[in-house]
């Protein structure tokens, strides 16, 4: 693959890309992109009840106790469940601590997402066998990864992408653009996906970049850009399919920023109501991805009521899983503490051993 | 046995490390066709091409992330920092995820990776080319740290370093890049996690590391002018450290003065200290001392022979440590 020497041809396109208005009826601001097809779209839906149900019950067990802390991604869900259906089993996705719904509908088992966030270990899920990192905390640091990740897969003469998560905040962070620099200079399979959710904690985009849209970034380093309505599923995952394609043909990095928008706190720790105004998240209601979808699939008769009526009892019997795992009680035991410091243990850490273990029996 | 420098030494490793394992890859800035800023991978890119040796983007955060990537698909990176003090934006890679990754993940993944540095002064650099950055390397948790006092220690725990499952900061000393001795590519002497006596001695143990080696050396030789016989201890690896060996010698000579280049404040002269201290207060004839670089910035060069330890200051503390039986006060 020859490298893009045309800006023209790395740029966005000039309105994000959309298959459906706010109301779910069909427009035509999706440039060359091509509708999935229906049994896809059915199957985000699907995922987008499921995830949205999932995110509810974490909230409802930080208040409980259960949990102490759950960074919601209410209103996210087109992007959340499209950035695992547009990739295979084979391609490694990189999320951060908001993306949870991300990892539940790649398959990942609820409890082991959710050990991060209740505090039980680091990461309860086995990245190597899942293909799916640790959720990052330290903003834009897994952007690297991704890109070296990919590079190494490319070498390898694997044809598997890495897949990026990162908010519209951290794209401020260093390590994101030279995370695009890298990737770009190397042409490595990796897609980098800024949900553009509005906010950074407390702090608004206009406030965090004078860009007139973050997907600009990728250009000059030389990385395709595009842009999308992030509550539109139909275009999200089109966009993103695309992306991924384009990066597993060998075409190089794709950054794809989605306009979205979070519908709640930062948090469940965080106050929003001091940074923002109700009328606003109301607006944003309005333009939820997850009514969008149902409303175009009903219209269409692309999904019955049963089918509704079948994934919210789906989604029930899921959250009352995530209930029962959570309210087990799970002691994680001290002395797993000193285990995987090191391949080669230090002497060191085995006096240190010694002394915890000590304690715990006294 | 050729005579080698460290340099020639280290590219040796390298090399090796390279024809003997398709998975070990070197890169960062100026690595490739020039050869690095000390010429350390000079000509590797040519004999063994640009797949193994390559040049990246200039931007240090990148190279570590990246290199953390790499490894996760397999890989073992070695990568250069340019100097000490151009780390410093990798150091959040190098701390949030070079050192914890094995853990957060359980085992499940693991980085074998090598952050190489040229460190510490002696060179007449300029400002920000100069640093000992040790302490903040050893004081995080899951990072091997490691730094060579001599050509043969620069190949050997190169090797090793190269081969650990767990990721190294491999420090190397700068000013002694150019000393030569000869250098067996056997092995034999495999450097990883153990300190070395450099010099047998009976009256006081010097402890020291990387730059500083060659100096404790000179030091315990002129040292035998006022009939002291001075043992020099070469840590090696700074993380883990070698409790046993130094303990060993410390409770023999009954007396111990630890010698670094990087600021002593909050230094890893403390670590030392406190644990000779800890483990040899019975056998100890006098307080462990140290000798270490001021508390500044690292100086203009015009000023820094004033900042690095020389043998003048060491055997003015060694003197301070006296040679009754009975225990003396610093300073006394
Ligand atoms: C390097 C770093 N600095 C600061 C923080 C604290 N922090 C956590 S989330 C956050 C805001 C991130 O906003 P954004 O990237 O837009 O993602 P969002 O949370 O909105 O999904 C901040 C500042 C951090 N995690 N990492």
Known sequence: MSRETSAAALLPSGVPVRFLAEDGTRVDEHGHYSEPPSERLVEAYRLMVLGRRFDAQATALTKQGRLAVYPSSAGQEACQVASALALTDADWLFPTYRDSVALVARGLEPGEILTLLRGDAHCGYDPAETRVAPQCTPLATQTLHAAGLAHAMQRRGEDSVAFALIGDGATSEGDFHEALNFAAVFEAPVVFFVQNNRFAISVPFEKQSAAPALAYKGVGYGVRSEQVDGNDAVAVLSVLEDAVAHARSGGGPVLVEAHTYRIDAHTNADDATRYRDRAEVERWRAADPVRRLETYLTTENLLSADDVERFRAEAETFAAGVRDTLNADVEPDPLSLFEHVYAVPTRQLAAQRALVAAEVEA | ?332
């Open chain 2, 1 to 332: 046995m050729t005579e080698i420098s460290m340099a020639q030494a280290l590219n040796a490793a390298l090399r090796d490390a390279v024809k003997d394992d398709d998975r070990v890859l070197i890169f960062g800035e100026d690595v490739g066709p020039l050869g690095g800023v000390f010429r350390v991978t000079d000509g590797i890119t040519a004999d063994f091409g640009e797949e193994r040796c390559f040049d990246t983007p200039l931007a240090e955060s990148g190279i570590v992330g990246f290199a953390v990537g790499m490894a996760m698909g397999g890989f073992r990176p070695v990568v250069e920092m340019q100097f000490d003090a151009f780390a410093y934006p990798a150091f959040e890679q190098i701390t949030s995820h070079v050192a914890k990754l094995r853990n957060r993940t359980r085992g499940a993944l693991s980085l074998p990776m090598v952050i190489r540095i040229p460190y510490a002064g002696g060179i007449g650099g300029v400002e920000h080319h100069c640093d000992s950055s040790e302490a903040y390397y050893t004081h995080t948790p899951g990072l091997r740290v490691v730094t060579p006092g001599t050509p043969q220690d620069a190949y050997d725990l190169l090797r090793d370093s190269i081969d650990s499952p767990d990721p190294v900061i491999f420090l190397e000393p700068k000013c002694r890049y150019w000393s030569k001795e000869p250098v067996s590519f056997t092995r034999e002497g495999a450097a990883m996690d153990r300190a070395v006596v450099r010099r047998a001695g009976e009256d006081v143990t010097l402890i020291a590391y990387g730059p500083m080696v060659a100096t404790a050396l000179e030091t315990a030789a002129a040292a035998t002018a006022e009939g002291w016989d001075v043992e020099v201890v070469d840590l090696r690896s700074l993380s883990p450290f070698d409790d046993e060996t130094v303990t060993a010698s410390v409770r023999r000579t009954g007396r111990a003065v630890v010698v670094h280049e990087a600021a002593g404040f909050g230094g890893y002269g403390a670590e030392v200290v406190a644990r000779v201290t800890e483990q040899c207060f019975h056998q100890l004839h006098a307080p462990v001392l140290r000798v270490t670089g001021l508390d500044i910035p690292y100086p203009p060069p015009k000023l820094e022979r004033h900042q690095l330890p020389d043998v003048d200051r060491i055997l003015d503390t060694v003197a301070r440590l006296q040679w009754h039986d009975e225990p003396v006060v610093a300073g006394a």
